[in-house]
């Protein structure tokens, strides 16, 4: 396995600069109290693991990290968790969210979160509105949904650039 110094320098200063993170002792609260672990580790083919995501990232495994299975940084639900039980106070959440950018910078990310991004950016939404489900709502006397302004919604995410990030369908 290749130690890519660079990505190793990049994680350690993104958090907080370098001195805190050194502090990982890998005690393994972090995967202990984690949800989506307990719930990956007997119903997926792969552990959601953040000890073993934060030790590849110290030792500069950025191969491993983004070769992985995509529930290896994409796992992170941001429940902060793993940020209050750790003894060192390291804020987990903070790398797991640098490695999902990284991931998404380098054009590597999952195709369900393209997929997830690409309905946002046309719904305005992460859920298209279904016309059974407004039917529902009306036979329950519920108040219509407000519908998001997409061109407005739209306009936002091209300023960001955002929609330069979004893959096409076949890309």
């Given at each position: 396995?290749?130690?890519?110094?660079?990505?190793?320098?990049?994680?350690?200063?993104?958090?907080?600069?370098?001195?805190?993170?050194?502090?990982?002792?890998?005690?393994s609260r972090c995967t202990d109290n984690c949800p989506?672990?307990?719930?990956?580790?007997?119903?997926?083919?792969?552990?959601?693991?953040?000890?073993?995501?934060?030790?590849?990232?110290?030792?500069?495994?950025?191969?491993?990290?983004?070769?992985?299975?995509?529930?290896?940084?994409?796992?992170?639900?941001?429940?902060?968790?793993?940020?209050?039980?750790?003894?060192?106070?390291?804020?987990?959440?903070?790398?797991?969210?640098?490695?999902?950018?990284?991931?998404?910078?380098?054009?590597?990310?999952?195709?369900?979160?393209?997929?997830?991004?690409?309905?946002?950016?046309?719904?305005?939404?992460?859920?298209?509105?279904?016309?059974?489900?407004?039917?529902?709502?009306?036979?329950?006397?519920?108040?219509?949904?407000?519908?998001?302004?997409?061109?407005?919604?739209?306009?936002?995410?091209?300023?960001?650039?955002?929609?330069?990030?979004?893959?096409?369908?076949?890309?």
């Amino acid at each position: 396995m290749v130690m890519d110094f660079e990505f190793r320098k990049q994680v350690m200063d993104y958090h907080q600069g370098s001195d805190v993170i050194k502090y990982c002792y890998q005690c393994s609260r972090c995967t202990d109290n984690c949800p989506v672990s307990y719930v990956t580790d007997d119903l997926y083919q792969y552990e959601y693991n953040p000890r073993a995501n934060i030790l590849a990232a110290l030792l500069g495994h950025k191969e491993s990290i983004f070769s992985a299975d995509p529930i290896a940084i994409w796992g992170c639900t941001v429940c902060d968790t793993c940020d209050e039980v750790c003894p060192q106070n390291i804020e987990l959440t903070e790398i797991f969210t640098f490695l999902k950018n990284q991931s998404i910078e380098n054009g590597e990310g999952p195709d369900f979160i393209y997929q997830q991004a690409r309905a946002i950016f046309d719904y305005g939404k992460a859920i298209p509105s279904q016309s059974g489900v407004e039917r529902r709502r009306e036979s329950m006397g519920l108040p219509e949904i407000m519908k998001p302004d997409v061109d407005e919604f739209q306009s936002m995410l091209k300023n960001m650039g955002i929609d330069g990030k979004l893959k096409e369908e076949g890309d």
